[in-house]
């Protein structure tokens, strides 16, 4: 009988992060996720989706607490999958996004607890149940982490620049315990988030479109699924092209 795999999913409320948890749940995985806000109604009558856990994880006491409740849930049985999409692109106070030259300095702090550090916290923190499971990590990065971009901050660019980095270094101390470690950097991706103002960059793309949430889900699902067994430290780019500019 095949082992049931168990997949750990952060920022699962809405777009890249719940389409990747409705094509884990379609192939049988087990789901823990969190976000910020409660699950979906609807997703609560989902059997595969057995735990969702609000949290902070721009707050270290509440990345702790997660940690634990997940481990918990766990209980002693391997991991499989580490998704770590949760991610934040704040404004300043006059809407600008925020900036080398504008907005406080507290402000790229909290993105990078968010954007960076929460993957590795997290990472270290299942560690051990993903070496018991002879797993994968996959960092959701971005195109802004490769190239200046209209609608990107600094400090959202670079964080994501600093998690592409992370991943091959975590690509190399990971492998002793099993567990490959790679990295999706999404494009132009339509969801709530984007309005009329993106459609200008469609012009940048060479397939002339925007991607959909579920094809970059289907990008870290392969990624963690035995297929790819021999790839890691990867970043793969789900931009349409955008990235080859």
Request: hydrophobic share 40%; net charge neutral; charged share 20%.
């Amino acid at each position: 009988m095949t082992e049931r795999r168990t997949a750990i999913l952060t920022g699962a409320s809405r777009g890249i992060g719940h389409a990747a948890v409705l094509r884990f749940s379609r192939e049988n995985w087990r789901i823990i996720s969190s976000s910020r806000e409660d699950a979906p109604p609807e997703c609560k009558r989902d059997p595969n989706w057995t735990h969702h856990i609000p949290a902070d994880l721009a707050d270290a006491k509440s990345r702790d607490e997660f940690i634990a409740k997940v481990n918990a849930a766990l209980g002693g049985d391997p991991l499989h999958a580490l998704v770590n999409n949760a991610a934040v692109s704040p404004k300043t106070a006059y809407k600008e996004r925020l900036g080398c030259l504008n907005g406080p300095i507290e402000g790229w702090r909290d993105v990078f607890e968010l954007n960076f550090f929460a993957p590795l916290v997290l990472s270290r923190g299942f560690a051990a149940s993903l070496g018991k499971g002879k797993g994968t990590i996959v960092n959701i990065t971005s195109i802004a982490g490769h190239a200046i971009h209209p609608f990107a901050g600094s400090a959202y660019s670079t964080s994501k620049a600093a998690l592409s980095a992370l991943t091959r270094e975590m690509a190399v101390e990971f492998a002793q315990l099993g567990v490959r470690v790679n990295a999706v950097a999404p494009g132009e991706i339509e969801t709530d988030m984007t309005g009329p103002d993106y459609e200008p960059l469609i012009n940048r793309i060479p397939m002339h479109r925007m991607g959909t949430p579920d094809e970059v889900a289907a990008t870290v699902f392969q990624l963690c699924s035995s297929d790819f067994g021999y790839v890691t430290g990867t970043e793969i780019f789900v931009t349409g092209g955008q990235h080859l500019f």
